[in-house]
């Protein structure tokens, strides 16, 4: 199994970017599809992006298309959200996770993902 670790959140101002990491242990994050969620106050958790091997093929929910880049460093094993003109909307607590289900396709639930990091919170201020 895999073991998966989330950093790089914080409080910025509307319009900043952040990149957030998710450190894969145990076993290489290309063995699984990959993804990343997130969950706002008082809201259900919700999906953000994934990765799909092999090929690296790559999905985003609609609201961070052409702001949100989901990527992974093999050398790594640690997958990358990078996330630019962000919004008070954006605000959330971003998990990793990994399905066992490597060619996972769309719709992305967070019932299909089997392990997920402790999460890391993301803030922004109007």
């Known amino acids: 199994q895999v073991q998966l670790v989330e950093s790089g959140g914080g409080l910025v101002q509307a319009g900043d970017s952040l990149r957030l990491s998710c450190a894969a242990s145990?076993?290489?994050?290309?063995?699984?599809?990959m993804g990343w969620f997130r969950q706002a106050p008082g809201k259900e958790r919700e999906f953000v992006a994934a990765?799909?091997?092999?090929?690296?093929?790559?999905y985003y929910e609609d609201s961070v298309k052409g702001r949100f880049t989901i990527s992974g460093d093999n050398a790594k094993n640690t997958l990358y959200l990078q996330m630019n003109s962000l919004k008070p909307e954006d605000t959330a607590v971003y998990y990793c996770?990994?399905?066992?289900?490597?060619?996972?396709?769309?719709?992305?639930?967070?019932?299909?993902?089997?392990?997920w990091g402790q999460g890391t919170q993301v803030t922004v201020s109007s």
């Open positions: 996770a990994a399905s066992v289900r490597r060619t996972i396709i769309p719709p992305f639930r967070d019932q299909d993902y089997n392990y």
């Open positions: 145990g076993r290489t994050f290309t063995s699984y599809g």
């Open positions: 990765m799909i091997y092999p090929g690296g093929r790559t």
